[in-house]
């Protein structure tokens, strides 16, 4: 039997680690529900530290700062997969709610850990990972099944938005690869013959009521995020419900309290597979700001002061682009000014949505920020994207 716990209300702090982005639109959502925010986050220029009433310029395992966060804060969540398990699990020996809790988030920590996992529950979902082998010694490589390859290598830890990855086609190029990557342990994909990536978005309340957003269908450029659209324009309805039931088994079974993201793959034949975990509000998630109900960051909130999970339907199809720093330089030279992009041009469209993140230095790769495409239809938010991403000067 659950037990149950009362609700964080209005008034108290909360507290995120890590000053990001996502730390930024977490602040403002707690912020608009009447809650004050405390950012732990070492960066003194951190986009959420900027606007939160406090901020730890402290690292992760700085007990000091652990200490004094847990003194002022009811609740503790994270917005990158990649913090300490030791600092969530001292924050709750201190006597914080901690939201999620480090045995779920360390499984998405390690892409070892996050494969094993999918396996296991293979059967209750009837979504796996894609083949694969795990790489941790020259043993696995020499007992390759190379029906693996072509393949992808991953490292298993601290790899994101296409870093930490390479395409192997042959056995050579795979203990290349392994000896560029130092050798770390890591987890080779079987490359697959692959139709369109989609993620789904799912929350899970302390009390284990579960809601799931509408799925995303993503478009990545050089391992990043480049469009989300709502609902994904590929998808049929049957796959649609397996991804959704997926998802919602999946939280469970990692016994997760707050918001997560699983990436699917899905292939020409018309097959899934379960790609990524992220234990966070995740980019391809930034939709729910402007066309669904409840925003992702809104339910992070909801999820960590143990309130009623919000309704999560869609009120418009959206298309999502990311903004990356590139944009701020039009030669592409490393010695040019940045200088601000056309946002009026862009504005032109009158159900563009603009949201930026508050990072004082543009950097190539670096995310700036997002516009939500507001539409009739799929097609039409899709085709409003490409229109603002061409007035932007970005490929659509």
């Not at 009811?74 to 997969?81: P, R």
């Not at 998808?235 to 088994?249: C, F, G, P």
């Amino acid at each position: 039997m659950l037990e149950y716990l009362t609700p964080i209300l209005p008034g108290a702090y909360l507290g995120m680690l890590g000053g990001g982005q996502l730390g930024r639109m977490f602040t403002q959502a707690a912020q608009a529900m009447g809650y004050k925010v405390c950012i732990l986050d070492p960066d003194p220029l951190s986009p959420a530290g900027a606007i939160a009433e406090k901020h730890l310029e402290a690292n992760f395992t700085d007990s000091a700062a652990l200490k004094e966060m847990a003194a002022i804060c009811q609740a503790v969540s994270t917005e990158f997969e990649n913090v300490p398990a030791q600092t969530l699990d001292e924050l709750e020996a201190l006597g914080v709610y901690v939201a999620p809790r480090s045995d779920s988030v360390s499984i998405a920590q390690n892409r070892i850990a996050e494969k094993i996992f999918l396996s296991k529950w293979k059967s209750a979902v009837h979504i796996g990972p894609v083949p694969y082998c795990v790489i941790e010694n020259q043993a696995a490589i020499d007992a390759l099944d190379e029906t693996l390859l072509p393949g992808i290598l991953k490292i298993a830890r601290l790899g994101y938005d296409g870093k930490g990855q390479i395409t192997v086609d042959s056995l050579a190029e795979l203990k290349q690869a392994w000896h560029n990557f130092a050798q770390v342990p890591c987890v080779l994909e079987k490359r697959m013959d692959l139709a369109f990536e989609v993620s789904a978005l799912v929350v899970r309340g302390y009390d284990d009521a579960v809601v799931v957003y509408p799925i995303a269908q993503n478009i990545h450029r050089n391992g990043i995020l480049h469009t989300s659209t709502v609902p994904a324009p590929s998808l049929n309805s049957d796959q649609e419900n397996r991804v959704l039931q997926a998802a919602k088994t999946l939280i469970r079974h990692l016994n997760y309290v707050g918001i997560l993201c699983i990436e699917f793959f899905v292939l020409k034949s018309g097959e899934i597979f379960a790609n990524e975990i992220a234990p966070r509000p995740h980019n391809s998630g930034h939709y729910t700001m402007d066309a669904s109900v409840t925003s992702q960051f809104q339910q992070q909130v909801r999820a960590m002061a143990r309130l009623p999970l919000g309704d999560t339907r869609l009120l418009t199809p959206v298309s999502m682009l990311n903004l990356l720093g590139d944009l701020w330089f039009k030669t592409g030279t490393i010695d040019e000014l940045p200088q601000e992009p056309d946002w009026a041009s862009a504005l032109s469209h009158d159900s563009a949505k603009l949201h930026l993140y508050g990072k004082s230095v543009p950097l190539s790769g670096r995310k700036m920020g997002h516009i939500n495409c507001l539409g009739a239809s799929p097609v039409e938010a899709r085709q409003i994207a490409a229109a603002v991403a061409g007035d932007l000067g970005i490929e659509p």
